[in-house]
């Protein structure tokens, strides 16, 4: 007679677990029977346990689409499937203050996530990797400065179509950040051949890879093996990457079957656009809309300095439906009041530091807003523009 092993059903993903083995208790888990299918596949089913007494699972049919990521040979591995256990038990108990509002915002841009990813024929399992970045946070900042839903360093960013300078950081655009996270991943996959290894460079980055992969594995073939084989020379941040993002599907798939209550997602990102022709602040611009300054900067992400960018036009997403009644409102603001602006004249002895804080502004704005303005050679008597945030 076979032994026994459990069906974890969620939503999607089937997960085997041989007798007596524990997904959520992070206990020692039994060496499964051998399998010679992969363990985790793609199903359409909504989550179900049940008992079955056999240790393999048929290849998807018909339109089934097996997902390359989850259907590695990695995850029947009995220590991948204690770290995954050791997973599921972090967004179970410890991540429980702050999982559901992942949860919650992923609604407002999942859409968007899973048409790309389509698009280039990725792992549909990868919508979830903004998860674990950044909890589908658009305004999320590392300590080591990666910035916005798919964490993204400023110069890889740049590698990748977005802008990142003093008025505009496109990392935090839902949709230039997806389009660029989307393309990263299918190269690395490209260049690596393997979602382990391509997503433990996403995490560490690719030369880093590339050179554990010479020193460690030179004659090896890249694979999803390799990178497990050799997972004591990556860093613990890495080395643990794809069992946090393999537990966090499991539990965000069937967050009931964990010990959560359902919560109402965020709606679908929905918005109008309009062009801009000029430096306009933000509370400004909400007042044209008929909205307040937050919604603009729920949908305006990028402009994190609080104004649209000068010399330039500049497409400004808008509560939709409201493009007629903006146009109308923004062409009655006088030019010269659609920057919440004040002039201040240098004074001897005053730096830009000196300016910001009484203003109550960061440096960094005052230089945005003065871009011909250099900081060493500040004279008496420059008239600075300075911007008023209302909003902060």
């Given amino acids: 007679m076979r032994p026994s092993v459990l069906r974890i059903r969620t939503a999607g993903v089937v997960v085997l677990v041989g007798s007596g083995c524990s997904l959520a208790g992070g206990g020692e888990v039994d060496r499964p029977s051998p399998v010679s299918e992969p363990s985790i596949v793609l199903r359409p089913e909504r989550v179900v346990l049940e008992p079955v007494h056999v240790a393999y699972l048929a290849p998807p049919v018909g339109e ?11 995850m029947r591995d009995p220590e991948f499937q204690q770290a995954v256990a050791r997973w599921i038990d972090y967004w179970q108990n410890t991540a429980q203050p702050w999982f559901p509002d992942f949860l919650r915002r992923m609604g407002a841009f999942e859409e968007t996530v899973d048409s790309a990813l389509a698009e280039r024929g990725l792992p549909p399992s990868l ?5 674990i970045e950044s909890g589908y946070s658009t305004g999320a900042r590392s300590h080591a400065s990666a910035v916005g839903m798919w964490q993204f360093m400023s110069g890889t960013a740049r590698e990748h179509g977005m802008t990142v300078g003093a008025f505009v950081d496109e990392r935090r655009s839902p949709f230039k950040s997806t389009d660029g996270a989307t393309e990263y991943l299918f190269n690395l996959h490209r260049r690596f051949d393997s979602w382990f290894l ?23 073939q890249p694979s999803d ?47 109008s656009t309009v062009q801009i022709p000029a430096a306009t602040t933000l509370d400004v ?3 044209a809309a008929e909205t307040d300054e937050t919604e603009i900067r729920r949908l305006n992400p990028e402009l994190y300095r609080g104004f649209t960018p000068p010399g330039r036009e500049y497409s400004l997403r808008i509560p939709e439906g ?22 201040h004249s240098v004074e001897t002895g005053e ?12 440096v960094r704005d005052l230089q945005a807003a003065n ?12 008239r600075l523009t300075v911007p008023i945030l209302l909003t902060r």
């Fill in 64 to 74: 089934e689409r097996v997902d390359e990521l989850l259907s590695s040979p990695v």
């Fill in 127 to 131: 919508r979830y990797l903004p998860l």
């Fill in 198 to 220: 391509a997503l433990a460079a996403y995490n560490g980055g690719p030369n880093r890879a590339q050179r554990i992969l010479r020193e460690q594995a030179r004659i090896a």
């Fill in 225 to 271: 093996s390799v990178f497990w084989a050799h997972r004591e020379h990556w860093p613990r941040e890495t080395r643990e990457f794809v069992p946090k993002l393999v537990a966090a599907i499991i539990v965000a798939q069937d967050p009931e079957r964990f010990g959560y209550e359902l919560v109402a997602p965020d709606p679908p990102f929905r918005y």
């Fill in 285 to 287: 611009l909400a007042r």
């Fill in 322 to 343: 409201k493009a007629g009644v903006f146009a109308a409102n923004y062409a009655a603001i006088p030019s010269g009041e659609r920057m919440t602006v004040v002039e």
């Fill in 351 to 362: 730096t830009l530091s000196h300016i910001a804080r009484r203003y109550g502004i960061s």
């Fill in 371 to 382: 871009p011909d303005v250099r900081p060493r050679y500040l004279r008496v008597g420059v």
